[in-house]
């Protein structure tokens, strides 16, 4: 069995490239991803972008600190997950899973949007989440993922489907559970990276962003994303706006 992949870019965030990449300056404009995955036994989405709210009141939402590093002025009214879903034709009520690379804010603020989805995360990352001292420290926000959705927690690898043609893949260290996905397409097979890779250069050179929650988690993962793409896996990068140019926007297929 294999699975249809579709890429969503929902809108850019604008930040400083040293907090996302070591030894480089200036600005950068990250795409934000979401995928939506159909497969026969359901829809699933990873990732779901910003909420609204970052667009209309981004300190509202994020506090102050967080609202002066970013820019959300490339994130327009019809970039949120839930425009994307409908300008497809896809409707957001019936997406059945979100799984969710992790918590962040650019990962899952458009949750909301996407009410009837089963959320799949992994357990460490919900259990980080959960203590309030430990999602401070992380960057985690409740708004983003507060809204009474059934959570499955997985702990390390999870076929999706029970086919191997959806499978969660742990790699830990960008956050305390943070986990990329890999799906079978009739083309081949792709890893969809999250923030465990931000860029194309952050694996070939090996150099990190400023925030990192467990740095030798973090490098362990990048190995474990290395060999996948030598064993002959596309891998797509968490926001690498050079990576992004090139691929195709649903409903063409991303691969
Ligand atoms: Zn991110």
Not at 216 to 222: C, G, H, I, N, R
Not at 229 to 252: I, M, N, S, T
Request: net charge negative; hydrophobic share 35%.
């Amino acid at each position: 069995m294999t699975a249809k992949l579709y890429a969503m870019t929902c809108g850019r965030l604008v930040g400083r490239l040293k907090d996302m990449i070591e030894g480089e300056d200036g600005q950068v404009a990250l795409p934000i991803p979401s995928y939506l995955i159909e497969h026969p036994k359901g829809r699933a989405l990873f990732d779901t972008g910003m909420h609204p709210q970052c667009r209309s009141d981004a300190t509202g939402r994020l506090g102050e600190r967080v609202a002066r590093i970013f820019g959300f002025e490339q994130y327009g009214p019809q970039d949120d997950v839930k425009s994307r879903l409908e300008a497809i034709d896809r409707d957001p009520g019936r997406i059945d899973f979100i799984v969710n690379s992790h918590l962040h804010f650019d990962h899952a603020g458009g949750n909301e949007l996407v009410p009837n989805a089963t959320m799949v995360v992994q357990k460490r990352e919900w259990q980080a989440a959960q203590d309030a001292e430990t999602a401070a420290k992380v960057g985690f926000y409740r708004a983003d993922f507060d809204h009474g959705h059934k959570v499955l927690q997985v702990d390390g690898e999870h076929d999706l489907f029970g086919d191997g043609s959806v499978v969660c893949l742990p790699t830990y260290g960008h956050t305390p559970g943070h986990q990329s996905l890999k799906v079978r397409t009739e083309a081949g097979e792709v890893v969809i990276t999250g923030d465990a890779c931000y860029f194309c250069r952050t694996l070939r050179e090996r150099r990190l962003p400023r925030f990192v929650w467990d740095r030798e988690q973090m490098l362990a993962s990048l190995d474990r994303l290395d060999a996948l793409e030598k064993g002959g896996a596309r891998l797509f990068f968490g926001h690498d706006p050079d990576f992004w140019k090139d691929v195709p926007q649903a409903p063409v297929p991303a691969f």
